[in-house]
């Protein structure tokens, strides 16, 4: 039998029978109303009936005094009602009449007369739609009870505030009636801290948490006996302890289930490291004078990313506040997996010990292997205390106290701390080292963590650079002939010069003027190989007040005899008024060459080169134009994908690199092409560039 209620509307006593029968037949409840202002009392809460809410209305159009559009509609407009689903049940055969009461909100419509089997599978699809609306409401609302709790206990600090916030938060955000939390004492039994029995005595549940504390698993209960789960018990856990319970129950007929469950446990997690804050709060409030050093302890650890920083100053504070001779903090190494000691610290040095530790050796290797802490008042007649520290370090162990470090479930190392000064170690000392240690778990992984990520940077710019690197001698190679040419042609003038000096009758005044045409040749290949040089060294990365026309003549005195041969003519339209920028010179250089010797081999027969420079949109647009076959819109979409490449010869990797480049610098680089009618590349940088 469904729990699911159906109000049938219709003012035909024997249809609205049928339905019923038809609906009930299904396992559905089903209740009648003959009238549409009998139907919206039923559903009102007017008359007896309304003692049950309704999942669904079957309501017909043509009724005694308020019609069934009129009916629909005032459902629709309640805030209380609006998401009961209405299926309408109409003769009328007009699709506006249809029309009409979906536009007032019903949800589907059937024609009379109706096939049963179709009116049941609408009913059935609709239902479970309604279904599937409301278990992700309630997901919803129960999501934002756990934050709202999480949130509202994490204000609280005193531990009976933690417990009755906790407590009544619950209860509230999931609407149930009784509730209580119970605490494990130092003997291991469950003793009540915080209750609300008002609506529901839950004394005999307090058995049930006993059972819960002990397992750790959370249960389903029954609490009045009876088959339906009306109640829940979950463990509070903190570091992976329970230290309490959480139970609650409602008095009505509602059943508690799975997914709430699962949300109670979530609950009792935040519950628990609440109320373990509240404790330790408690306990640096009992000694006040220590808890000033507390927080300087943990500003400092997470005040740093630098992994020895963090080291040194973890066990400096330890020290100091646990007042203890000496302490050593281990870590496992990730390559051989052995405990390495990081960090030794007596009252009056500091040094690092030159042994290592296999995990489950000594009292340091145990704690590690075992993931618990371990308080020990007479060390040597401890079976896993071994003299070779003592050795190591001069001092005569007597009492020792050593935690885990432990990160997201793995223990990466140990905190080892030796004889205490002015009596024996506590439990409260356990559990302010064991959260100290849990402190530089974290700071110590956020060091790791930032290692990685700086060498990752560190190799990501390296491999960049050679990326560049290479690429620049790409464009080296792709200008060769032309330099090769430029450079043979004042060596040819030289040349001849010279072989005229030395070898015909000259006058002096001619073989002057042909020593001075060599040096004028000599200068011009000093100024080839020197901007030559320029472009080829690797980059400094280096920005400084540059301006961008400048770079565009180098760029083309650099292309020049490239162009030349290719016979690409070079129309320049460069604003006088543009202002400096801070740019790397050579970085830009190398993507306005790229720029120049791509438009030059997309015009092998020859054609214009047009550069334009200006300054819009508060950014410097620097225009390359050629009069080339253009670059078809596909090509064009993936122009700028790293070894992507149209050419048979070439890397794929120069407008990749250039984009990128660009990127660098705050601007963006684009293309506009036409097919047959040339391609212009736009690269924009923003003014006031750092």
């Known amino acids: 039998m469904s729990n699911e209620n159906i109000l ?148 609280a600090i005193e531990l009976p505030d933690v417990l009755a916030t906790a407590l009544d938060q619950v209860l509230h955000a999931l609407e149930l009636d009784a509730g209580t939390i119970t605490l494990t004492t130092l ?43 009306n109640a829940a018990c979950v463990p509070l856990r903190s570091r992976d302890r329970v230290i309490g319970t959480l139970l609650v129950a409602d008095r009505g007929p509602r059943e508690l289930d799975a997914a709430t469950l699962d949300l109670l446990v979530a609950i009792g997690h935040q519950v628990g490291a609440a109320v373990e804050r509240a404790r330790l709060y408690e306990a640096a409030q009992a000694r006040s004078e220590d808890l000033a050093v507390l927080n300087d302890i943990s500003r400092a650890i997470t005040s740093t990313l630098d992994l020895e920083a963090v080291l040194t100053v973890s066990m400096r504070g330890i020290r100091e506040f646990l007042h203890v001779e000496a ?74 106290l050593c935690v885990p470090i432990v990160v997201k479930g793995k223990s990466i190392g140990a905190i080892q701390v030796i004889n205490k000064v002015g009596g024996p170690f506590t439990n409260d000392d356990l559990e302010t080292l064991s959260f100290l240690a849990a402190s530089v778990g974290v700071a110590v992984e956020n060091a790791r963590l930032y290692g990685e990520l700086a060498r990752s940077k560190q190799e990501l710019e390296r491999s960049q650079a050679q990326l560049v690197h290479a690429e620049k001698l790409a464009a080296t190679g792709r200008l060769a002939a032309s330099i090769a040419h430029e450079i043979n042609n004042p060596l040819q003038a030289i040349h001849n010069c010279l072989h005229l000096v030395l070898n015909r009758p000259l006058t002096d005044e001619k073989k002057l003027r042909y020593l001075q045409m060599a040096q004028e040749e000599v200068e011009r290949l000093i100024t080839i190989v020197t901007r030559t040089l320029d472009f080829y060294r690797p980059s400094k990365g280096h920005r400084a007040p540059t301006l961008i026309n400048n770079l565009v003549e180098s760029v083309l005195a650099l292309a020049g005899k490239r162009l030349e041969h290719g016979r690409v003519r070079v129309r320049r339209k460069l604003a006088t008024d543009l202002p400096q920028l801070s740019v790397v010179p050579d970085q830009l250089t190398q993507v306005f060459l790229n720029l120049v010797i791509n438009a030059a081999e997309a ?56 984009y990128g480049i660009v990127e660098r610098h705050g601007g963006r680089i684009t293309v506009e092409s036409e097919p047959g009618h040339g391609a212009t590349f736009t690269v924009r940088l923003p003014i006031g560039t750092t």
């Open 327 to 400: 302490g050593s903090l281990a870590l496992v190494d990730d390559k051989s997996g052995r405990l390495v000691f990081r960090k030794t610290l007596s009252r009056d040095q500091e040094w690092i010990l030159d042994y290592t530790l296999e995990p489950g050796e000594g009292i340091i290797g145990s704690v590690v292997q075992e993931r618990e802490p371990l308080l020990i008042h007479d060390a040597p007649s401890h079976p896993l205390f071994s003299t070779q520290m003592d050795r190591a370090t001069g001092f005569t162990t007597r009492s020792v």
């Open 603 to 658: 015009m092998p027969e020859g054609g214009e080169l047009t550069i334009a420079t200006t300054c819009q949109d508060n950014e410097v647009w620097i225009g390359f134009g050629d009069t080339g076959p253009g670059i078809p819109p596909e090509e064009a979409a993936k122009i700028f994908e790293p070894f992507y490449t149209t050419k048979a010869t070439g890397t794929g990797l120069g407008l990749a690199i250039s």
């Open 187 to 229: 003997a291991g039994s469950q003793t009540v801290a915080a209750s609300q029995w008002e609506k529901l005595d839950l004394t005999n549940g307090v058995d049930a948490a006993e059972q819960i504390a002990q397992s750790g698993q959370p249960l389903l209960l029954s609490l009045a006996g009876g088959a339906a789960h």
């Open 8 to 155: 049938v509307v219709d003012d035909d006593v024997r249809i609205n029978a049928f339905i019923r029968e038809l609906v009930a037949n299904a396992g559905y409840r089903a209740e009648a109303a003959i009238s549409g202002e009998e139907a919206l009392a039923i559903l009102g809460g007017q008359t007896p009936q309304a003692g049950q809410a309704f999942d669904l209305v079957l309501l017909d159009i043509m009724l005694p005094g308020i019609d069934g559009y009129e009916v629909c509609r005032r459902i629709k407009a309640d805030p209380v009602l609006v998401g009961i689903p209405v299926i309408m049940l109409t003769a009328m055969g007009k699709v506006a009449d249809r029309a009409y009461g979906l536009e007032i909100g019903a949800d589907d419509y059937i024609g009379k007369p109706f096939d049963n089997r179709e009116l049941l599978a609408r009913v059935g699809a609709m239902l479970r739609v309604r279904r599937a609306e409301q278990q992700i409401r309630r997901r919803n609302r129960e999501l934002a009870a756990l934050n709202v709790i999480a949130e509202t206990v994490g204000r």
